[in-house]
């Protein structure tokens, strides 16, 4: 069995109330998950975030999309996606194209790099999340997805 947070953390004194508890071991949580995704994804030389707009943008098939709508589709809010954009694009995985008949209008594009990258991790990442949750019973990654969500409703 794996340790209780208190002594993960080697904290002394109790939680101050249950939600604390709980809150911290979903932050504690997240972190480690993480971490083990930014290290996957370094071989790649791409952070957790553009990783995110790859799998977006080939989502989004050849016609692409805003940066606006990137952002409302982003798993962790952001909030300079231009400037994430911007180091996409002079890495080469993305090109953004301004409408010709709305200036204001750019839309974002996977460069075939862009899809290659994203393409190549595809197996590795899913390796990872078995990895890291397939200790897991399908009932209980059910149950843990939906008390997930219930917690976000009031976020």
Excluded: W
Aim: glycine share 6%; charged share 30%; net charge positive.
């Amino acid at each position: 069995m794996t340790p209780a947070l208190r002594d993960e953390l080697r904290q002394r004194k109790a939680f101050t109330s249950l939600e604390e508890e709980c809150f911290l071991n979903i932050v504690r949580t997240e972190a480690v998950l993480r971490a083990a995704l930014e290290r996957l994804l370094k071989a790649s030389d791409i952070t957790p975030a553009q990783y995110n707009v790859l799998r977006i943008l080939r989502g989004a098939g050849g016609d692409g999309l805003c940066r606006n709508a990137i952002g409302g589709r982003l798993v962790t809010r952001m909030p300079d996606v231009t400037r994430l954009l911007d180091r996409m694009e002079d890495a080469g995985l993305i090109v953004r194209e301004r409408s010709s008949a709305d200036r204001r209008h750019v839309d974002t594009r996977l460069t075939a790099k862009g899809r290659k990258v994203v393409d190549s991790l595809d197996a590795p990442v899913d390796a990872e999340h078995r990895r890291s949750l397939g200790h897991l019973s399908a009932s209980q990654l059910r149950e843990l997805i939906a008390l997930l969500t219930l917690a976000r409703e009031r976020g």
